[in-house]
């Protein structure tokens, strides 16, 4: 009976905007002695952190692959990805269309019964973590990841080998079995990858099916067109909003109150006096509805409707307040403050897909209105969301922000792919 090889891969890939500018990166690791046998990294455009993470355990997989191809194979894959390694794992649903064909490419590389998934924390990650931002930071630069200046090994802990679950082989001779096949399949793409063994030989990758990323930051030459301005409404007052209770798109879709509708009174006089706003787009929900209403009949302008731009469906936690979550969901609570990817109690959304879905509506509007003052009416999530992705922060940062019933705020966008905050809940037309 022959031996099986027995391998680690630590993968991860990030976006800077979720989406935006993306890339991944991937270590083959020799389980018996703890040695790097592989690097994988590729800067891929503009992508979201769950597509760069997918692409990280493709790119990973496929690494481990092409070093020992005629061997029967052991894969323990280890992530920081919660969603990725449950996913694999046939332990959550894959929802998102965007996921599904990375999900199937990456299950046919290698014989599914030899791959297990391992998820652990980011701290633990850090080889890989280094080499997806290596591979940004080339990506923002202009050119692709090169293996030769990484360091993203001086970064990564010290391993030590893993408890044997059967002989490991000769490492040696399998890293030149590597070294030929890469040899004789350089220039190849039907991977969509691109690898470094410890030979320094390479892949091309296929072209991918994100599109590239506008060079973005300082370094980029300036856009001097008149940018896509959103001004971003938070809807008026409901009954809930005083009380602070959940109200997303799973609850009750309240109306506006008394308060909520003079506030809206109050929006339509101060954007009335500026004479700016060019466009009304609104959530769905009604009480965003009411707002842009009001807002609508006293500029004179239609009102669009945009389902990406409505709340978080908040699931079982609908209607309560954040003390009542606490006493009931304590433990679902906790993780999913610290957790993007962990959705709400019974089926609600998470922070990661809200973002997706919100950046998602935001680049069909700014491709709709560009050079034009929009008026979007929508949510607290949403505004947050729009806010720190145009900051490229991390998505604790909205836990930092502040927005009040019938807040403005204000997000420019540019054709060169730059975004500029300029105002952050505003409520001085309230007074």
Request: aromatic share 6%; with cysteine.
């Amino acid at each position: 009976m022959s031996a099986v090889r027995r391998l680690v891969v630590e993968a991860d890939g990030g976006s800077r905007g979720n989406p935006g500018p993306a890339g991944y990166g991937a270590v083959v690791i020799d389980a018996a002695t703890g040695e790097n046998l592989a690097e994988a990294a590729e800067y891929i455009g503009v992508a979201t952190n769950n597509v760069a993470e997918y692409r990280g355990l493709i790119a990973g997989l496929t690494a481990a692959k092409a070093l020992f191809p005629d061997e029967a194979l052991d894969v323990r894959v280890r992530m920081d990805s919660k969603l990725v390694v449950e996913q694999m794992s046939g332990r959550w649903k894959i929802k998102h269309p965007d996921m599904k064909p990375l999900a199937a490419r990456a299950t046919a590389i290698l014989p599914p019964s030899s791959v297990t998934y391992e998820w652990i924390p980011r701290a633990q990650n850090k080889h890989a973590d280094r080499l997806a931002n290596e591979a940004m930071d080339a990506g923002r630069d202009g050119r692709q990841w090169e293996a030769s200046a990484s360091t993203a090994e001086l970064d990564a802990p010290a391993r030590t080998p893993l408890p044997d679950r059967g002989p490991p082989g000769d490492a040696a001779a399998g890293a030149a079995k590597a070294r030929a096949a890469l040899a004789a399949a350089r220039g190849a793409a039907d991977t969509g990858t691109l690898f470094e063994v410890d030979t320094g030989a390479s892949e091309e990758p296929e072209p991918t099916d994100v599109t590239a990323a506008p060079q973005v930051g300082w370094a980029a030459a300036p856009d001097l067109g008149a940018p896509a301005t959103f001004v971003l409404l938070r809807h008026g007052e409901t009954l809930l909003t005083p009380e602070k209770r959940f109200s997303g798109s799973g609850g009750t879709d309240p109306e506006l109150s008394a308060i909520g509708r003079d506030q809206a009174a109050r929006a339509a006089a101060h954007f009335a006096a500026l004479g700016t706003v060019q466009e009304i787009v609104s959530s769905p929900l009604r009480r965003c509805r009411e707002t842009a209403a009001a807002v609508a009949d006293r500029l004179g302008l239609d009102v669009r409707i945009e389902d990406g731009l409505r709340e978080t469906d908040f699931g079982a936690w609908e209607g309560l307040t954040f003390g009542e979550v606490r006493e009931r969901y304590g433990d679902d609570l906790t993780t999913w403050l610290a957790d993007p990817e962990t959705a709400p109690t019974g089926g609600g959304e998470s922070f990661a897909e809200v973002a997706e879905r919100v950046a998602a509506a935001r680049d069909r509007l700014t491709a709709r209105y560009a050079g034009r003052t929009v008026l979007l009416v929508t949510h607290v999530t949403p505004i947050k969301t729009l806010v720190r992705l145009a900051l490229e922060a991390p998505a604790k940062a909205m836990f930092r922000m502040e927005l009040s019933a019938a807040s403005i705020s204000t997000v420019a966008y540019y054709g060169d792919g730059n975004a500029s905050v300029r105002l952050l809940n505003d409520t001085s037309h309230l007074r």
